[in-house]
């Protein structure tokens, strides 16, 4: 079976202790690593006010969880984090990681000369006479 990399994001409960959150993140852990997957690495976010209350609460306590499975875990972390009442909410998304930035390159111009000709005036091929000092050319019989 093929693994995916995916990205959960965890709001807990402030009011949980550390050791509920540290115990539920091994408890992922474990699951994922059941699997035949590994994390790849957890970003604790740190505590945030919520745009808008959440069982309640006004205050959470982020944290990222990345990680390496197949599709048929998500089932189970899906349901295991439902029942636990300390995550406040939670969602599991595909993670693709950022590709590294290219150089901008710098765009070739060509230097401007003093008195260059410009297409229309090389089309033309009076180049060195401006518009104003063009006559029309005078009859042939005048």
């Not at 957890?42 to 599709?71: C, H, N, S, W």
Request: hydrophobic share 35%; net charge positive.
């Amino acid at each position: 079976m093929s693994t995916n990399r995916y990205e959960c994001v965890l709001i807990f409960d402030v009011q949980a202790t550390d050791a509920v959150r540290e115990g539920i993140l091994k408890e992922l852990t474990a699951l994922v690593d059941g699997s035949g997957g590994g994390v790849v690495e957890t970003v604790p976010f740190g505590i945030r006010t919520l745009a808008m209350e959440l069982k309640g609460r006004r205050r959470g306590d982020y944290r990222i969880l990345r990680f390496q499975t197949a599709g048929d875990v998500l089932q189970k972390m899906d349901r295991m984090l439902r029942l636990k009442e300390e995550v406040l909410r939670f969602l599991i998304t595909k993670y693709y990681p950022p590709k590294p930035k290219k150089e901008k390159r710098k765009k070739l111009q060509k230097p401007e000369i003093a008195g260059a000709e410009t297409e229309g005036e090389k089309a033309d091929g009076k180049s060195e006479q401006s518009a104003a000092d063009r006559q029309p050319d005078a009859p042939a019989g005048a």
